[in-house]
C-alpha cells in the first residue's frame, strides 16, 4: 500500500476504504483516526477524523466499488491488493474475484479443518486474545483479536467498554472459545452498525454498561475455565477506551444522522469519535448528530466545502 504525503486534494475522487485507528499507543498520544483515500493513480491518503475537523464530503458515484484483495505473509506483514478491473462490489466490499482471492476469508475455518495458506497460518499461529464487547444500549458480543491489534480492534468496532477473557495460544484456539461462548453465554459474535449507531443516539449510563460487561465477561470466563480446553490462560483485563470517544459514549443530547450517505453534499464538524461513529455538529445550529461514517466505505466521493442540510422542522427532533 502506497501512500502520497500530503492531504487529500479537493476535487478529486476518491475510493474510501474505511476508518482506521492508529496502534494504542500512538493514540494515547494523540493521534487521531483516519478516513483512508484510494486515489485514481491507485495511491492512498488519509484525512484525520480529530474533534474540531471540519468534514465536507459530496458523494461523486452511484453504488459501492470493489476494495481489492489481501495476501498474508505473517503476523505484521501482507499485501493489500488492488482490484485491476476496479468493479462493483458484490460481496460485502469486494467483486467476486477479489473475494475468492482474499485469505482473510479462510481465516474463520481455521479452527474446523486448518487448511490455510502458509502466510495466513502464521498470521493466525500468534496469540489471541477473547473479549467481550458492550455497546452504547447494552448489546454485546463475543470477540477475537489478534495480538498486534489487541487494542486497534475493539477501538475500530466502536465498543464503549470491553473486557479481555483469555489469551490463547493461537488463532485456531481462540475461535474454539469463541464459539463456545456463544454457545454456553448465549452472545452474538456480530453486532450490526445500524444498531450500533441508533444505540450512539441515546447512551446508556456507563455504570450500568461497566457493570453489564462486567457481569457477562465473569461469566464467560467460568465457561472456558470448566472447558477442559487447553492452549489458553484466562485473563481479567479491560480494555481502555480511546478519550477521543468519550464524549460520544457519554449520554447528551443528540440525534441520528437524518441524511443518507448514499448520494449528496454532507459537511459538519467532528466532536467526537468512536469506531466509524462521529458526533458531529451542523453549522449555523447547536445540534449534533451520530454519524456513521462507515457507510461511505465503497463509496466514492469529493472532499471540498460542502455542507449537510439543516433538518427543515428541528422541533420534531426533540
Excluded at 476504504?17 to 478516513?35: C, E, M, Q, R
Excluded at 477501538?155 to 489469551?167: I, K, L, M, T, W
Aim: glycine share 10%.
Amino acid at each position: 500500500m502506497l501512500f502520497t504525503p500530503g492531504d487529500p486534494v479537493t476535487g478529486t475522487r476518491y475510493l474510501v476504504h474505511g476508518v482506521f485507528w492508529p496502534a494504542a499507543d500512538d493514540s494515547a498520544n494523540g493521534a487521531p483516526p483516519v478516513l483512508r483515500l484510494q486515489a485514481p493513480d491507485g495511491t492512498f491518503q488519509e484525512t484525520a477524523l480529530d474533534d474540531g475537523t471540519r468534514l465536507g464530503i459530496r458523494l461523486a458515484a452511484e453504488g459501492k466499488s470493489c476494495l481489492g484483495h489481501h495476501r498474508v505473509h505473517g503476523p505484521a506483514r501482507r499485501d493489500h491488493i488492488l482490484c485491476a478491473e476496479r468493479l462493483p462490489s458484490a460481496r460485502g466490499h469486494q467483486c467476486e474475484r477479489c473475494f475468492v482471492a482474499d485469505d482473510f476469508r479462510l481465516m474463520h475455518d481455521f479452527h474446523r479443518d486448518g487448511r490455510v495458506p502458509p502466510g495466513l497460518r502464521s498470521y493466525l499461529m500468534q496469540p489471541h486474545w477473547l473479549y467481550i464487547a458492550t455497546f452504547a444500549d447494552g448489546a454485546s458480543k463475543v470477540g477475537t483479536a489478534s495480538n498486534l491489534r489487541k487494542w486497534q480492534r475493539l477501538a475500530e468496532q466502536g465498543a464503549v467498554v470491553a473486557s479481555y477473557v483469555a489469551r490463547a495460544a493461537d488463532g485456531r484456539i481462540v475461535r474454539i472459545l469463541e464459539d463456545l461462548v456463544t454457545r454456553d453465554c448465549g452472545l452474538p459474535q456480530q453486532v450490526r452498525s445500524a444498531a450500533k449507531a441508533s444505540a450512539l443516539a441515546g447512551p446508556a449510563p456507563a455504570g450500568r454498561l461497566t457493570a453489564h460487561n462486567l457481569t457477562l465477561a465473569a461469566t464467560a470466563r467460568q465457561v472456558i475455565s470448566g472447558s477442559g480446553l487447553e492452549g489458553f490462560e484466562v485473563v481479567d483485563e479491560a480494555w481502555r477506551r480511546p478519550g477521543l470517544a468519550w464524549r460520544l459514549c457519554s449520554a447528551s443530547p443528540r440525534h441520528a444522522y437524518p441524511h443518507s450517505l448514499a448520494s449528496g453534499p454532507h459537511g459538519f464538524t467532528i466532536q467526537s469519535v468512536s469506531g466509524s461513529f462521529v458526533l458531529a455538529a451542523l453549522g449555523g445550529t447547536d445540534l449534533e448528530f451520530v454519524v456513521d461514517l462507515g457507510r461511505l466505505k465503497g463509496r466514492t466521493i469529493e472532499l471540498g466545502d460542502y455542507s449537510s442540510e439543516v433538518p427543515a422542522v428541528q422541533e420534531a427532533l426533540f
